[in-house]
């Protein structure tokens, strides 16, 4: 027993493996209840069984077993791993379990099975019952035959794959053991009830008994379609329906369902395919050929044995299709013609589609063979071609049987007939479209008026099925001419027809007829056995040619024949239907006269022929009044015309009577039902006058009437003769100009373009100019409709004049055929236009057939091709050459080219590449001469030529692939991607040949509509693509993928991953979801099919046309994103793209439609992920010498999601007048689509490097001017270029800027200097030094002047990487050998030098003798020219005086070029434009120098600081002192607020301290500002960059420097640290900082707190304090969704680094995230959660719970638990919708987490969790407890930092240190910051000294509060004017300045007025500091400045003034000395003011 106790406490998972049978019993018994028990299917405790399962179904002990399989099956039906245990579990029950004597443990076993198929795992348990069956136990046999039995009858054949379960049949009838042969007999009656017939092939040779107790079970079988009744996982919405469907008990809709859950099985498919060509007898090829007919007979007989096999392999049967040929068409014994028939029917039945590349060779020589009388040879002859047409389309033996069917033997003709009749049975209406029913139609009816009643009846026979399979719709128009007889008979042949597809085909042709055609069912009809049922919905059938019908004539049963008539005409131009119409029978004089007399006045008949024209002119008048009076029924047209033509008829002279005469022809016409013959009568006459003067408009009105009335295309014709047949030139140019215009109103449809291109061609030689020309622009018009074939016709005109027709094209070329406006309404409602439409595609190909082909069959003889065979290279070359000039003399060819392709195809093999290529370029020709036609060669010729793109040589493959695209223009793609050819190709592993073939699909597949259903077969090699060895092929299979799948669907895809490696499965599957994102949507049908969507119609029709537009153009546009949308958004644009009446149709409506929408579209983090993608090296980063194909392609593939389609189409054209139209389109899109356009910025910018490459200069005239418009926008939208953006476009815009051209370089050059508003001028220089290194001299010298004048507008700080280095490689190019190239470097010298001084030598290094003295020349005569005199410059540089914005440095050009871009300058300045008004800065006062200078602004950046100031204070002689600037002056160029910013900015990061400081200082001063605080907006993330980085170079460089002044350095951190509090006070500026850069921020001020070098500082402690507290303020004012995120990564990246950084660091970020969890009740609101909960999925990724546990401090698990708590608490339930952004949650700990918080929270609501936070939360805040003193002083302290009400607290502070003298305020100060601190002492002092009115100005010696002012009334003191300066030392001129600054607000200027406050820029610009620093303090004198500054401002009565001299005693000097000075001063003052105004 003790055993028993010890087993009793195990866990179960431990018991189920335990040795002790009871124990695994009872552990099995408890796994059943926790299985039941566990709800979740990813709980991990079902991992924890992964490896048992296998043991619970094997278990050794019966007993056990049986719980265990119970246990087992709970398991597979529950667990979401249980998948993974399939196969081990399968074959586990099968082994251990089928043979178990209980017939309990069978029944589970094979639950389990079927569990394991619902749960997907199928085709694995499959494999292991299948193992089962050849298992040595007969029992076991049994039960997997039964499981296969249930299995197939709950999921059906659709789930259970049968071919593997036939093939094992047979062996299982064979077996001994009589239970295995009745279950076998089961199985098969199963397997008989899915798939029926099928299954009577692979069982045919079993035991006869067999197969005869078989028939018998088979027969009882009931004939319902079965149903499945158990469903996969994946199938629940199926089941739903179904379960649906049996209470509603539907039969009708469940029938089709039906029909669609069981897949028709044909036997084909299951049957093994038997090699046969090997099996041939050796001497076969001999003896066919021998003498002797026995001997061919016994050859034959051998075929004819093998090819009874059902199924055969395929391989290359061309040689024996090739003899099989020859016996039927040349021998002379029909017995054999006979035999070789059948065998060629076996062959074609058990090759199916693959016989498909022999079918063409073999047609005509059979329908030849029909000669032949004897009947068993006839029908050998016919089940031969039937067995052939099943292997190809109709389509491809078309042109051979047309070629037959006028053939003058009738048995032939007869035989053709009945043998098309067949094959139309076998179409669909889909397949059987207009472009083929016509050709046939035509030929047929000449069968059916042929003498011979044989031939006549096979052609009604044909005509009645071609009606029967089409629809009368589709057949009438072509049986117009046909009288009712023989209509009638077509008709009964038709009722008789039985279609091939069944049912369903005859019974929607029935619905077709009987029923008047709706909109719904003519969706839906016809649709029938069409396997491309989803194509029918968009594109349905038969309705292609179905015109609306006008007036309710739908076709009633009655009456079939002529409401078909009516309506089929009108869409047609052709001479249709309504002939009684259309012509009449002439009537003669008399009846005429009757019939006018009757509706005309009598006085108007009489004076018809008056000799004088008066009363002729009222004839006239009366005439048109009755007719316009007339209805339509009962104008007698005809007879009215007459009346008209009546002498003097068309001979009239005068034109007034005319005029109206033509005019009444144009009622006429309109009014009546004119006919024909009326229009015969009178166009003769209206040719005649179309050249008239002055009724010529009139005749064209009438002759445009009578078109509209009779169709353009008979009346073109008839005008079109007449005019050349007479010899009036005027006539006829204007004819053809009529026409012209005529088919841009009419539209192009059937009009017969061959007609039309002889008279053309006879005008094209008149003498006559003008005829001519209108013949040249009758031709453009007809290019419009027709396209380049157009071309061909005239190619052997002269020279001179083809170059005119090829201008008119060139015109004419991109621009869309007008929408037909007239000929519409006439004949057919709203529908013509459909028809129209349809035409439009076929002019193009018809245009093509009516070309005059050459037959080159003849030329191509044996010795040619024998040849083409030779041994000899050199020979095989002469043959090539030979068929290169037979094609191109013959230019078009017809499509018999004997045995041209055999020989061609053996040449793609050769082993001399140069034959090889040379033979692709004949296949290039080949597929130009033939057209179309070429696609009966796709099989034989086109293949062979894609086995070339596995070439080893690239310019092989790249003339192959020229080759495939060739062909593929002429064929379409449909003919390539039939049959099992392409995926046979794909299946090599040639990775060449696979990345080509790959590429190519990947090009083609996204254009077309719809594909054959064999590219499935493709996708098992695409995946092995996927997993190819080279990393090229499997880069685009990727590619590739997308587009397969929007043809196959994602379901289609994934289920062929089934039968893949379960590792290679995942990674596919992965794929697979990554593509079904990019999948792109099918291109929408062309507008014609919008038309045929089911409802679509009616509801269009009264669609204004702009919500048309609006429709499909949002439509197109929204598909990319959204796969799932665009399919029934796509649907829905389509039924919207009907028009009604009041929309004119368009024929290519799609195209315009489409550019309504944006041009670009934006995708949410798009841009970001791209970059990740190049940063992962997911695509190739954009970086090349020159632009390789697989760039454009990508950059192609990331556009399609975000640019419009067509615009993408334009943008990658091969022509580039596309991309010009695309510029203009995106220049007119700029500024409506800012948002698009930067969503896009790194796409376009790539577009436009790869336009850089272009040769043609317009295009790149057009970029550049799209760059400047461009980057002026960014810059107004205050837009940084990304990293990424600028190295993938900067270094190629620079290889511009050495273009030849003058002007693209000047265009360059501005667009350089605009970029420098977006990108840091520092980043630009080092691009730009890049350039210098290129080998064009020219771009040498370029970017060295550019880098010239980036030095002057920004100092030296833009050097990179440090000035030292920048000059010596500038310097290099002094020694250069171009001469342009010296002179910019020696120049771009002196500008640095002029900015720099002196120590421009000691940075350039050693330079050799000769290029020093260059140098030294070129300074000395740089000097010659004053700088220091700005007026001059000032003068000498007109151009500069305008406000240019800072980086446009305009030096260097001259006036005239400067216009344009100074007025785009202004242009987009707009606001900051103060141009001429501003005033210049103080520190730059050189007043006499102002009063000389009438008004203009001194822009001279050189210029030294040198200010004069001794004549203002005279007492003292101070000696100039020579100072140079820190860095160039900002004042000396007015420059717009953003760029100041952007330069103040870049300074704070400067690795100069004192520059750094006074950049800090002068944000600070712009902070502090309410007014003016709103200018940093924009500017946060780029000031925070700069100062981490500025503390990163504190922390790496300044700290370690032992030279450096300590004391410094704490004055650079309290600069820092004050401008950033400031900047953290204001809330709406702090939310501007983004997460990366408060990570960084963070991670900056953290590691300052912990640097222990600073806490050794004298200051240092007061330096952490103040962190301290930005760090809160950063915590509170920024975006708190920013922040915690960035605290979150900073964590995880602290855990992470551990090693590196102190466990101290990861403890403040965790207080800090305690701090926010604090914060949390009040902001979380405001937290966008989905993003905080991502960055926690994150964290919990890298850290798992695991790893933190193993972590020393148990903190980090502590503060997530904490903060998710919080988040639970606050947020409740909800929060787990927030989990949006995590891709796979089910693998994220964090949703499982928060189910366990849910939950705990809901048994106890929420205590502890607060408890909690706070106890986490409290310890940051300890030190604040502390420091808490009585609340009255916060409460003053809190106001004083106010801005509001500083002043009040800085009194009531005063009187409580009055009060309470021993008040301690120093705890509240030391936590401050030192401005703060000096702030309070100086308002205290302040305060006492006003109040106990002392009137002294105490000198200020002690650092601390380094500046002491007293307030003084403005009158009565003022500062000295002399300083007593003992020591002699120079005094910095900024010391007078500063008091300069002071008497100027004394002297009336106060900046606090309005109008004369200095603009921002003046504020924020940089003031010259001496470099000499004063022994006081220069920094806290600057700040004081500052602070003084500001109060003057806030407070005008407090006037403090404050002196500052060098640590020397100032004193005061008597009043009036100093007043004298000051009126002096003022009255200067006074007049540069009014001069300035």
Not at 505 to 529: F, N, W
Not at 651 to 676: D, P, R
Not at 1067 to 1093: F, G, T, W
Not at 1547 to 1555: L, M, P
């Amino acid at each position: 027993m003790g055993d028993d106790n010890e087993w009793m406490k195990l866990p179960i998972d431990q018991k189920c493996e335990h040795k002790l049978w009871k124990a695994r019993l009872n552990g099995y018994e408890e796994a059943l209840k926790l299985f039941q028990k566990i709800d979740d299917e990813k709980s991990p405790e079902w991992s924890k069984y992964l490896g048992l399962i296998k043991k619970f179904v094997t278990d050794s002990n019966a007993v056990a077993q049986l719980k265990g399989l119970e246990a087992a099956l709970a398991y597979v039906e529950n667990a979401h791993v249980a998948g993974k245990t399939t196969g081990e579990v399968a074959s586990g029950v099968v082994n251990k379990v089928f043979n178990q004597p209980k017939a309990r443990a069978k029944e589970l076993g094979l639950d389990i099975c079927l569990m394991y198929i619902e749960i997907e795992k199928g085709e694995a348990v499959q494999e292991e019952l299948l193992k089962g069956l050849d298992n040595k136990n007969p029992k076991i046999i049994v039960a997997c035959i039964e499981t296969l039995r249930k299995a197939l009858s709950e999921f059906g054949s659709k789930i259970i794959s049968l071919k593997p379960i036939i093939k094992v049949l047979p062996k299982l009838f064979e077996s001994r053991e009589k239970a295995v042969r009745d279950e076998a007999k089961l199985l098969a009656v199963e397997i008989y009830r899915w798939i029926r017939d099928a299954l009577r092939p692979p069982l045919q040779n079993i035991n006869s008994v067999q197969l005869k107790e078989l028939e018998e079970e088979w027969v009882k079988v009931s004939s319902a379609p079965p149903k499945q009744t158990r469903f996969l996982r994946s199938q629940q919405e199926l089941k739903a329906k179904f379960e649906q469907q049996a209470v509603e008990g539907d039969g009708d809709g469940g029938g089709d369902d039906e029909e669609e859950a069981v897949p028709q099985v044909d036997a084909y498919e299951l049957l093994e395919a038997v090699e046969i060509l090997s099996k041939l007898p050796k001497d076969f090829y001999e003896k066919i050929e021998a003498k002797k007919w026995q001997e061919r007979k016994e050859a034959l007989e051998a075929v004819e044995l093998l090819v009874k096999n059902p199924k055969l392999e395929s391989g290359d049967y061309a040689d024996l299709v090739k003899a099989l040929k020859k016996v039927v068409g040349k021998d002379t014994n029909v017995m054999l013609v006979a035999l070789a028939a059948k065998c060629l029917a076996g062959l074609a039945t058990g090759l199916r589609k693959k016989f498909g590349q022999y079918a063409g060779h073999v047609v005509p020589t059979i329908l030849e063979k029909f000669k032949e009388k004897k009947p068993q040879v006839v029908q050998a002859l016919q089940e031969a071609i039937d067995a052939i047409f099943l292997t190809t389309t109709l389509q491809n033996v078309s042109e051979d049987v047309l070629a037959v069917m006028d053939n003058k033997n009738p048995t032939i003709k007869q035989q053709t007939s009945l043998f098309i009749a067949r094959s139309f049975r076998h179409c669909t209406p889909s397949t059987l479209p207009k472009s083929l029913l016509k050709p046939f139609c035509a030929a047929l009816l000449k069968h059916i008026n042929d003498s011979a009643p044989e031939v006549r009846d096979a052609g009604f026979e044909a005509l009645g099925t071609a009606l029967k399979v089409a629809g009368e719709k589709a057949v009438n128009p072509f049986l117009a001419d046909v009288d009712k007889l023989k209509l009638d008979r077509i008709k009964e042949c038709a009722e008789k027809v039985e279609l091939v597809y069944g049912k369903k085909t005859g019974g929607a042709a029935e619905k077709k007829e009987g029923k008047p055609l709706t909109g719904k069912t003519s969706a839906l009809s016809g649709t029938g056995g069409d396997k491309e049922t989803k194509d029918a919905a968009i594109k349905p059938g038969p309705l292609k040619k179905a015109p609306v019908v006008k007036s309710g004539g739908l076709p009633k049963k009655g009456k079939p024949a002529a409401a078909a008539g009516t309506g089929g005409a009108g869409a047609k131009g052709k001479k249709g239907p309504e002939t009684k119409e259309i012509f009449e029978s002439e009537l003669s004089v008399e009846i005429c006269e009757e019939k006018a007399a009757a509706v005309l006045p009598a006085s108007c008949i009489q004076q018809l022929d008056s000799g004088n024209w008066k009363e002729r002119l009222a004839c006239m008048e009366e005439f048109q009044k009755a007719v316009e009076l007339m209805e339509r029924s009962e104008m007698p047209c005809q007879a009215l015309v007459r009346m008209l033509a009546k002498k003097p008829g068309w001979k009239e002279t005068n034109f007034q009577v005319m005029q109206m005469k033509l005019h009444i022809v144009a009622l006429i016409a309109q009014k009546g039902n004119f006919s024909k013959t009326s229009a015969q009568v009178v166009l003769d006459g209206l040719v005649d006058k179309v050249g008239d003067v002055k009724c010529g408009s009139n005749a064209k009105e009438a002759m445009t009437a009578i078109a509209e009335a009779c169709q353009l295309p008979w009346t073109a014709e008839q005008v079109v003769a007449m005019a050349f047949s007479q010899k009036n030139p005027k006539n006829q140019s204007e004819t053809l100009n009529w026409l012209s215009n005529a088919i841009k109103e009419f539209g192009f449809s059937g009009l017969n373009v061959k007609a039309f291109i002889s008279n053309v061609k006879t005008a094209l030689a008149a003498t006559n100019p003008a005829v001519r020309t209108s013949a040249i622009t009758l031709l453009g018009v007809m290019y419009l409709y027709v396209g380049p074939p157009l071309r061909m016709f005239f190619e052997d005109e002269k020279p001179a004049l083809l170059s005119q027709i090829d201008a008119e094209f060139e015109k004419m070329q991109g621009q869309m055929a007008p929408a037909p406006t007239r000929g519409i309404s006439v004949h057919s409602g709203g529908g013509g236009d459909d028809g129209e439409e349809e035409e439009q595609e076929e002019i193009g190909k018809d245009v093509v057939d009516l070309l005059p082909r050459t037959d080159i069959g003849d030329k191509i003889t044996a010795d040619l091709v024998s040849k083409i065979g030779d041994k000899n290279w050199k020979i095989r070359k002469e043959g090539l050459d030979e068929v290169t000039s037979i094609i191109n003399d013959a230019k078009f060819i017809e499509p018999n080219i004997g045995e041209l392709p055999a020989a061609l195809k053996s040449r793609l093999n050769d082993s001399n590449k140069i034959l090889v290529q040379q033979t692709l370029s004949i296949l290039q020709q080949l597929a130009t001469a033939m057209g179309p036609n070429i696609k009966q060669h796709v099989k034989s010729l086109g293949m062979p030529v894609i086995t070339v793109l596995g070439d080893s040589k690239n310019n092989v493959r790249a003339a192959a692939l020229a080759t495939v695209n060739s062909w593929a223009e002429q064929t379409g793609m449909k003919e390539w991607l039939e049959g099992e050819d392409l995926s046979e190709e794909l299946k090599k592993e040639n990775p060449f040949l696979r990345q080509e073939l790959l590429g190519w699909l990947a090009e083609k597949l996204p254009t077309l509509r719809s594909v054959p259903s064999d590219l499935l077969l493709c996708v098992p090699h695409l995946y092995s693509c996927l997993e190819d060895r080279n990393g090229d092929v499997r880069k685009k299979a990727q590619d590739a993928l997308p587009f397969f799948m929007m043809h196959l669907g994602f379901e289609k895809m994934a289920k062929a991953t089934s039968k893949l490696k379960p590792t290679s499965k995942d990674q596919v599957l992965a794929m697979l979801e990554k593509a079904k994102v990019n999948m792109p949507a099918k291109p929408a049908p062309p507008a014609k099919a919008s038309s045929r969507v089911a409802g679509g119609a009616a509801l269009a029709k009264f669609q204004p046309a702009s919500a048309l537009a609006e429709n499909s153009g949002s439509n197109t546009m929204e598909s990319k994103p959204d796969p799932k949308k665009a399919k029934t958004g796509g649907a829905a644009s389509k039924a919207k793209g009907v028009q009604g009446k009041k929309v004119l149709s368009k024929p290519h409506l799609k195209e315009d439609d489409d550019k309504s929408g944006p041009i670009f579209i934006i995708i949410p983090n798009g841009k970001e992920q791209r970059m990740k993608d190049e940063k992962g090296l997911k695509v190739l980063k954009w970086n090349f010498a020159t632009p390789r194909d697989e760039y454009t392609e990508q950059l192609k593939t990331q556009m399609s999601s975000c640019v419009a389609k067509w615009l993408q189409d334009e943008m990658f054209h091969a022509d580039f007048q596309h991309h010009n139209k695309a510029l203009a389109v995106m220049i007119e899109h700029l500024e409506s689509e800012k948002d698009g356009v930067i969503n896009c910025l790194d796409l376009i910018l790539k577009w436009l490097t790869l336009r850089f490459f272009d040769t043609n200069t317009s295009v790149l005239m057009k970029t550049l001017e799209y760059l400047k418009l461009l980057f002026s926008l960014l810059s107004q939208e205050e837009y940084h270029l990304t990293e990424n953006e600028a190295s993938s476009f900067i270094p190629y815009l620079i290889l511009k800027v050495g273009e030849p051209k003058d002007v693209i370089r000047k265009d360059v050059r501005a667009i350089l200097n605009r970029m420098c508003l977006i990108y840091p001028a520092s980043k630009m220089f080092t691009f730009i030094m890049e350039g210098t290194k290129s080998k064009n001299s020219k771009q040498r010298a370029e970017c060295l002047e550019e880098l010239g004048c980036l030095v002057e507008s920004y100092g030296m700080n833009v050097c990179q990487p440090t000035p030292g280095k920048a000059l010596k490689e500038m310097a290099t190019h002094i020694g250069d050998r171009d001469n342009t190239v010296r002179n910019a470097a020696l120049n771009t010298i002196v500008t640095v030098y002029n900015v720099h001084g002196d120590q421009v030598f000691k940075l350039i290094g050693n330079l050799s003798e000769k290029d020093m003295s260059m140098l030294e020349e070129r300074i000395k005569r740089s000097a010659k020219r004053p700088s220091a005199a700005p007026v001059r410059q000032a003068e000498e540089k007109p151009q500069r005086t305008q406000n240019i914005s800072t980086t446009t440095s305009m030096l260097r050009k001259g006036p005239a070029e400067d216009m344009s871009s100074k007025l785009n300058q202004n242009r987009n300045m707009g606001s900051h434009s103060e141009t001429t008004h501003t005033v210049p800065r103080e520190f730059q006062l050189d007043l006499d120098e102002i009063e000389n200078d009438n008004g203009t602004v001194r822009c001279e950046m050189p210029a030294l600081v040198q200010h004069k100031l001794d004549d203002i204070f005279e007492p003292v002689l101070i000696p100039e002192p020579k100072i140079r600037a820190v860095s160039p002056h900002f004042d000396d160029m007015r420059s717009n607020t953003a760029s100041t910013i952007n330069f103040v900015i870049s300074q704070v990061a400067s690795g100069d301290i004192n520059t750094s400081i006074q950049a800090l200082a002068q944000i600070d001063e712009v902070l502090r500002q309410e007014d003016k605080a709103e200018a940093m907006s924009g500017h946060i993330d780029q000031f925070l960059i700069a100062t981490f980085m500025q503390l990163r170079l504190i922390y790496n460089t300044h700290m370690a420097d032992e030279k450096l002044d300590k004391d410094e350095i704490v004055k650079l951190y309290s600069c820092i640290i004050g401008s950033m509090i400031s900047l953290f006070q204001i809330e709406s500026l702090a939310q501007e900082a983004s997460t990366g850069v408060l990570k960084d921020l963070m991670h900056g001020l953290i590691t300052l707190m912990l640097d222990s070098r600073v806490e050794d500082l004298e200051e240092g402690e007061q330096v952490i304090r103040s962190v301290n507290l930005l760090v809160v303020k950063v915590l509170e004012k920024s975006d708190q969704t920013n922040i915690l995120s960035a605290l979150l990564v900073l964590l995880q990246d602290s855990l992470l680094a551990t090693a590196s950084q102190s466990p101290k660091f990861s403890e403040l970020v965790m207080k800090c995230l305690w701090r926010m969890v604090r914060l949390l009740p009040e902001t979380i609101n405001s937290i966008n959660l989905d993003r905080i909960l991502l960055d926690i999925h994150i964290f919990m990724k890298v850290f798992p719970k695991e790893k933190l546990k193993q972590s020393k401090s148990e903190l980090p698990i502590r503060t997530l638990k904490t903060l998710l708590h919080t988040l639970c608490r606050l947020k409740g339930p909800k929060i787990l919708d927030h989990l949006t952004m995590i891709d796979n949650k089910n693998e994220s700990e964090l949703e499982a987490h928060l189910c366990r918080v849910m939950k705990h929270s809901m048994d106890q609501t929420g205590s502890k969790a607060d408890k909690d936070t706070e106890k986490g939360a409290s310890r940051i805040e300890e030190k604040a407890a502390k420091a808490k003193v009585n609340d009255i002083l916060a409460e003053i302290f809190k106001k004083i930092g106010s801005k509001e009400n500083t002043k009040e607290g800085l009194a009531e502070l005063y009187e409580y240190k009055k009060k309470y003298s021993d008040a301690d305020i120093e705890p509240f100060l030391k936590n401050s910051s030192q401005f703060f601190q000096s702030y309070v002492e100086r308002g205290l002092r302040l305060i006492e000294t006003e109040r106990e009115g002392k009137g002294r100005i105490t000198a200020s010696t002690g650092i601390s509060p380094p500046m002491e002012g007293t307030c003084v009334p403005a009158s009565t003191y003022t500062v000295s004017s002399s300083i007593g300066n003992t020591n002699g030392e120079e005094v910095g001129p900024s010391v007078y300045l500063e008091r300069l600054k002071i008497l100027r607000q004394r002297c009336g200027l106060d900046n606090a007025k309005q109008e004369d406050r200095p603009p921002l820029t003046s504020l924020l610009s940089k003031p010259a500091l001496p470099t000499v620093a004063s022994s006081t303090d220069m920094l806290h004198s600057k700040l004081s400045q500052l602070r003084e500054s500001r109060e003057q401002y806030q407070h005008l009565d407090l006037d403090s003034n404050q002196t500052h001299s060098s640590g020397i005693g100032t004193s005061l000097a008597s009043h009036s000395s100093a007043a004298a000075n000051i009126d002096d001063l003022k009255k200067r003052l006074e007049r540069i003011k009014s001069s300035r105004k």
